[in-house]
């Protein structure tokens, strides 16, 4: 396939190209084996079979965009005119202080449909696009957003004690408070938040405006003794709120998402956008994704980490172009 | 048209399976037809065109890309078949021989010319240019001519919370697609379609198809010239397509079921910027290639408002997606500007 694609656009390229041609040697000739950068397979989870088509590139990209929008149609339950996915001022990459670009990654993207027989007829049930590896910065005004992205929250609880807004007569988050903010105030907090309804803190996967805890999710101390996790595990998050502090967030307070482990240098696996006529689960490393009809976009476990500051206060938008209305 | 030529072909094709039937024609020009002849380059069209291949797939009829793998490092083999080129209302390729196309026509042909350089911002260069039939202004204003028409919407947003903010106008969602921008009539529309089948370690697995309809490609360009012995262009592709049409069957091609369509799927997209942000294609001796469309570091600020107001862009827009007879909207990426490309092939 891959030296399919060659010949073809060599073809188109040669009308004006002065490169001489070089006969290959023999030895050179066994080595062309036409494993191509194209890979193919077919996989099943329950009644659904997949076929995915990857292709074996790298690519480095640095791309702005006034809007990206996908299934803009009405939805029983939803505000009228809103959109599955809608970003605007959509980026990947940006622009160093130095004036050089720093682009965006991505290693070996992919084209998956989803199939199930029905009445033995094989209906289409899915389409997807995604990359296997995604390293870089994504910016965006984020107002709507269905999907699975789940965001690790981090920090210190010396940060996290300041948020915590204790009413005078509450003496059990007094009492909270003051070991956040003592004994485990150099540890390090984590929490996993997720697409939530501000109004109510349940889980919220459907054009989602807020990120957050969800009920019943709690603190935890990762390098902390059990028992200090037994303790933070009495304190869960209850419409939006865990001890007094906000555990909710507009979406639009993130204005530049690290996709990635900024630490590690570690890429994000999974990241894709898809279409579905019913909720299936798409397949990565043997791990389903579960995802609801419509557009999809999923960022997996781990793929945003962002600290307590950033949550509670956002994320500063990124310079992503070289003059740039957001800076100059 | 002193010192230039002129040569207009006038192609009449019927392509029937693998044999050639011409049925060549000459038409005589209109005084208006020939009013509009410039006299650059070479001009052609093709009409009354049709293309089928590997239609008997039964027998065997089909072209078979092996090599290929899966991650377990199964053999798999992608056939392809049943590729033909009609006119519009084939029927998903059901009528093709007898449904023939008009790509182009003589106001409005396909064009291969040598452009000077200076008239089109690359200085001192000889331009090599293939171009599709030209765009009418619709209700564009100005060039490029879109098929969109755009509601902007003037708006201020902060890059954080409570800080410095940025007003401008930006697109806020796609009013209509505007097909009096093509040139190319109803008739001159063609339809496309091809099959895939799928062997998986020796046992066929499913078939795939895939069809487009109603294919104009009007206003489309590849520009090529040389550059410190490289060779370098520029790329306009604009793409409209009445229906996109994807759907799955049984090994043997049967028991088709329900598609993923896109309806008035329309693409419109410059890679490149004269020679500023010039694109490249490069073939390693494995094999591998990379294209690249080139970095707009360090230029200056007269470039970069010049780039930002008026360089190369890509829309996309899809007025309903449709995915096993469930209808999701519209999908639109608007305004796409590349700062840096650069997509190098790998084996998996």
Not at chain 1, 157 to 163: E, H, R, V
Not at chain 1, 186 to 213: C, K, W, Y
Not at chain 1, 300 to 319: D, M
Not at chain 2, 64 to 87: C, E, M, R
Request: charged share 20%.
């Amino acid at each position: 396939m891959k030296a399919f694609v060659a010949l073809l656009l060599m073809t188109v390229c040669s009308v004006y190209s002065h490169a001489a041609l070089q006969a290959l040697s023999d030895d050179e000739l066994s080595n062309q084996t036409g494993q191509a950068f194209l890979q193919i397979d077919r996989d099943y989870a329950g009644s659904v079979s997949f076929t995915k088509f990857t292709f074996g590139m790298d690519v480095d990209l640095s791309i702005n965009a006034d809007l990206v929008e996908l299934g803009r149609y009405e939805r029983a339950g939803e505000a009228a005119g809103s959109s599955d996915i809608r970003i605007n001022d959509f980026a990947l990459g940006s622009v160093n202080n130095d004036g050089t670009l720093n682009p965006f990654s991505i290693h070996d993207p992919f084209f998956e449909l989803a199939f199930e027989t029905v009445n033995g007829k094989e209906q289409l049930v899915g389409v997807r696009l995604g990359f296997t590896e995604a390293f870089g910065k994504l910016s965006g005004n984020i107002e709507s957003l269905t999907g699975n992205i789940e965001v690790a929250l981090y920090g210190q609880g010396s940060y996290l004690a300041t948020q915590m807004d204790c009413a005078w007569y509450d003496l059990i988050c007094a009492g909270a408070k003051g070991l956040v903010s003592g004994a485990w105030g150099n540890d390090e907090f984590s929490a996993q938040a997720v697409l939530v309804n501000p109004n109510n803190g349940q889980a919220d996967p459907i054009r989602a405006t807020h990120i957050g805890m969800t009920n019943g999710s709690t603190l935890s101390i990762p390098s902390s003794s059990s028992f200090t996790n037994f303790l933070l595990g009495i304190f869960q998050s209850d419409n939006c709120d865990l001890l007094s502090t906000q555990t909710c967030f507009p979406l639009s307070n993130y204005r530049t998402l690290d996709i990635g482990n900024v630490d590690t240098g570690e890429y994000a696996s999974g990241m894709f956008i898809s279409f579905q006529s019913k909720s299936i689960s798409w397949i990565d490393n043997g791990q389903g994704t579960p995802t609801t009809s419509g557009a999809f976009m999923n960022i997996p476990n781990g793929g945003i980490r962002t600290s307590f500051p950033e949550a509670f206060n956002g994320t500063e938008r990124i310079r992503t172009k070289f003059l740039d209305p957001y800076y100059d | 048209m002193t010192d230039k030529y002129l040569i207009l072909i006038v192609l009449a094709t019927g392509l029937v399976g693998y044999t050639n039937v011409a049925q060549a024609e000459l038409t005589s020009l209109s005084d208006e037809a020939l009013g509009e002849v410039k006299g650059e380059g070479i001009g052609f069209m093709l009409e009354d065109f049709a293309f089928e291949a590997g239609a008997d797939v039964a027998t065997g009829n089909r072209l078979d890309i092996t090599g290929l793998t899966n991650s377990a490092g199964d053999d798999v083999v992608l056939s392809v078949s049943q590729f033909y080129i009609a006119g519009s209302g084939s029927n998903l390729g059901t009528n093709v021989i007898g449904n023939p196309v008009n790509l182009g026509r003589l106001l409005y042909p396909y064009n291969l010319e040598l452009l000077d350089g200076d008239d089109i911002g690359i200085a001192g260069k000889a331009v090599f240019e293939f171009a599709t039939p030209q765009r009418f202004a619709g209700n564009s204003t100005e060039k490029p001519y879109s098929l969109l028409d755009f509601n902007m919407e003037q708006r201020t947003e902060s890059r954080y919370p409570g800080e410095q903010t940025a007003t401008g106008r930006r697109v806020d969602s796609v009013s209509g697609v505007d097909l009096a921008a093509l040139s190319s009539r109803a008739s001159e529309r063609a339809d496309f379609g091809i099959r895939y089948d799928l062997m998986e370690n020796g046992v066929r697995a499913q078939s795939l198809e895939a069809h487009a309809q109603g294919v104009a490609t009007d206003g489309s360009f590849l520009r090529l010239w040389g550059d410190n012995n490289e060779m370098v262009g520029n790329l306009e592709f604009n793409f409209y397509a009445q229906d996109l049409l994807f759907f799955a069957c049984d090994a043997n091609g049967n028991n088709c079921g329900d598609s993923v369509q896109f309806h008035n799927f329309v693409l419109e997209s410059q890679l490149g910027y004269g020679e500023e942000q010039p694109v490249t294609f490069e073939v390693e001796s494995d094999g591998n290639f990379t294209i690249e469309v080139g970095s707009i570091e360090g230029k200056t600020n007269a470039f970069y408002q010049d780039f930002y107001a008026n360089g190369p862009r890509t829309d996309i827009y899809i007025e309903n997606v449709s995915v096993g007879g469930s209808d999701f909207g519209s999908a639109t990426v608007s305004n796409l500007q590349i700062q840096y490309l650069r997509a190098t092939s790998r084996d998996l």
